[in-house]
């Protein structure tokens, strides 16, 4: 019997504890990242908004010129049974698709077969409940993140050398995570995440550049819902560091208070009211079935 | 008895033949292509200048905040040993260090294990020489050069998705391989090459944004030698266009011939004497023991 507690992968077709989850050393997802993916998360039993995750994934693997051979049911359904295999209420579920390894001596991408991997590990938190108690100290990177005439940031990408590079700038000037910048030195997002910010009841968060997150998503429709004024527009570093409020957004970790940039505090320096107020509302979502099913444990 | 004969690889501290060759879908290194790498090339049973692959491998490891227990003497070992153990004559050897895999739940690169991988396939070219009697035609792709400002070109990495989509693109439009530019429009390098245009007794290859190719070393010293002026400098697309010559430099590959860019003939349409006469010295020093060193193969 295998144990997946730690976590299931669907790897060459079949289902694998997460220990076993390979890949070729030669796959061009690997040796090239030419690939793309997405996330979605379990919590507490329920899958959250997997449909519109599974969109964007589709439309990236579109994108790559890529194609594989699951359709969007089979897709659904591979997700769900990693779940259900590890037995996780509270899951991070990545699917990936690869270019896969070219014929010997080729250098051609329409000569690879692509392929399908997916695996449910237990959730991950960027910040997790009690560091998002506190709220997190972001530093403003000099890195410019991979800009959308290099990279289409709509396509789920692995380019994350710019973001791990401001991490460890981060952590050289104290701070906890990073936000990389685009040439005129707006902020664009972090590893993993994307950034608000609240002023008055107006809410900013960058446009351009950036990872259309699914929870990004979210928060502007749970902001605009509930009244708040949302502009997608450049976001200075200063208007950040100015602002009432400052959050991230991402699968992993949902909606996290900012509570300093660059040593100096936001506001009064405890997470707000407006970020605790869309926080409440995110998790209660997770209740709706408008955005979630239940995983039908064995 | 395990076959190592279409090529080996060293992963986990171990000597495995390359169809076995894997690493943990967890691994950052594809997860978020944090990972940096070399590849050098045997031919005729000699290593070329694997030295200077090494070195600016160690170098690549060390601006990524990694470490390998590994010294540089280890790798050296390990690569002529994976060469061995294949038998190959003439191969594409690479190495690789990932940042490897973090503790669950973390996000923090600090607390991964770095890992080295290594292996020996047959020798792989962007341009065969059949293919290189005729040379190439080059594409100038629309999209642009992940900037030195996001990911440093001076650690080889894996993030090539401005260079694949480019592929797609030369080959949508008639083309054999792609080059990406800059913010202005300048030649940067395509996949897997550094470029030069030829014009007079002028060379010319773009000096910023660019990977330091080893081959690109190696011609720029041969050319210097045998009188010419190499300029390390922009390299506008109508410059190359108008060239006398163009050629690409690779480790797959040596001093390859681009005889047409976007559908255009660069001068008469076939390789240059300038480009053909590097091509000669380059596998020249493929003999020149102050470049190379014989494999000892059992």
Same mark, same amino acid.
């Given at each position: 019997? &295998?144990?997946?507690?730690?976590?299931?992968?669907?790897?060459?077709?079949?289902?694998?504890?997460?220990?076993?989850?390979?890949?070729?050393? $030669?796959?061009?997802?690997?040796?090239?990242?030419?690939?793309?993916?997405? *996330?979605?998360?379990?919590?507490?039993?329920?899958?959250?908004?997997?449909?519109? !995750?599974?969109?964007?994934?589709?439309?990236?693997?579109?994108?790559? !010129?890529?194609?594989?051979?699951?359709?969007?049911?089979? $897709?659904?359904?591979?997700?769900?049974?990693?779940?259900?295999?590890?037995? $996780?209420?509270?899951?991070?579920?990545?699917?990936?698709?690869?270019?896969?390894?070219?014929?010997?001596?080729?250098?051609? /991408?329409?000569?690879?077969?692509?392929?399908?991997?997916?695996?449910?590990?237990?959730? *991950?938190?960027?910040?997790?409940?009690?560091?998002?108690? #506190?709220?997190?100290?972001?530093?403003?990177?000099? &890195?410019?993140?991979?800009?959308?005439?290099?990279?289409?940031?709509? =396509?789920?990408?692995?380019?994350? $050398?710019? +973001? =791990? +590079?401001?991490?460890?700038?981060?952590?050289?000037?104290?701070?906890?995570?990073?936000? =990389?910048?685009? *040439?005129?030195?707006?902020?664009?997002?972090? /590893?993993?995440?994307?950034?608000?910010?609240?002023?008055?009841?107006?809410?900013?968060?960058?446009?351009?550049?950036?990872?259309?997150?699914?929870?990004?998503?979210?928060?502007?429709?749970?902001?605009?819902?509930?009244?708040?004024?949302?502009?997608?527009?450049?976001?200075?570093?200063?208007?950040?560091?100015?602002?009432?409020?400052?959050?991230?957004?991402?699968?992993?970790?949902?909606?996290?208070?900012?509570?300093?940039?660059?040593?100096?505090?936001?506001?009064?320096?405890?997470?707000?009211?407006?970020?605790?107020?869309?926080? #409440?509302?995110?998790?209660?979502? !997770?209740?709706?079935?408008?955005?979630?099913?239940?995983?039908?444990?064995?």
């Amino acid at each position: 019997m &295998l144990d997946f507690s730690n976590g299931a992968a669907y790897v060459n077709e079949q289902f694998v504890p997460i220990a076993e989850a390979k890949i070729s050393i $030669l796959d061009w997802g690997f040796l090239h990242s030419d690939a793309t993916y997405d *996330v979605a998360h379990v919590w507490k039993g329920k899958f959250f908004r997997l449909d519109d !995750h599974i969109d964007r994934f589709v439309s990236g693997i579109d994108k790559l !010129h890529m194609s594989i051979r699951h359709k969007r049911g089979d $897709l659904r359904s591979i997700l769900i049974d990693c779940v259900k295999k590890s037995g $996780l209420q509270d899951a991070y579920v990545e699917m990936i698709c690869t270019r896969g390894m070219p014929k010997p001596g080729s250098r051609d /991408p329409r000569e690879c077969t692509n392929r399908f991997f997916a695996f449910a590990i237990p959730f *991950v938190w960027i910040a997790n409940p009690e560091k998002q108690k #506190k709220g997190l100290h972001l530093i403003v990177s000099r &890195l410019q993140r991979i800009p959308p005439e290099s990279v289409d940031p709509a =396509v789920k990408n692995y380019h994350w $050398l710019d +973001m =791990v +590079m401001g991490l460890f700038e981060a952590y050289d000037r104290g701070g906890e995570t990073a936000v =990389v910048v685009d *040439v005129q030195g707006n902020l664009i997002e972090g /590893p993993g995440f994307n950034i608000f910010a609240v002023k008055d009841r107006t809410i900013t968060t960058p446009a351009r550049g950036v990872l259309e997150g699914i929870t990004r998503r979210t928060a502007i429709e749970i902001a605009t819902d509930h009244g708040y004024e949302v502009i997608q527009h450049n976001l200075a570093a200063d208007d950040a560091r100015t602002a009432d409020e400052v959050f991230a957004t991402s699968t992993a970790g949902g909606i996290m208070p900012i509570t300093k940039i660059d040593g100096r505090t936001i506001s009064s320096g405890i997470p707000g009211s407006v970020t605790q107020e869309l926080q #409440k509302r995110y998790w209660r979502l !997770h209740e709706d079935p408008h955005y979630t099913f239940n995983v039908d444990y064995d």
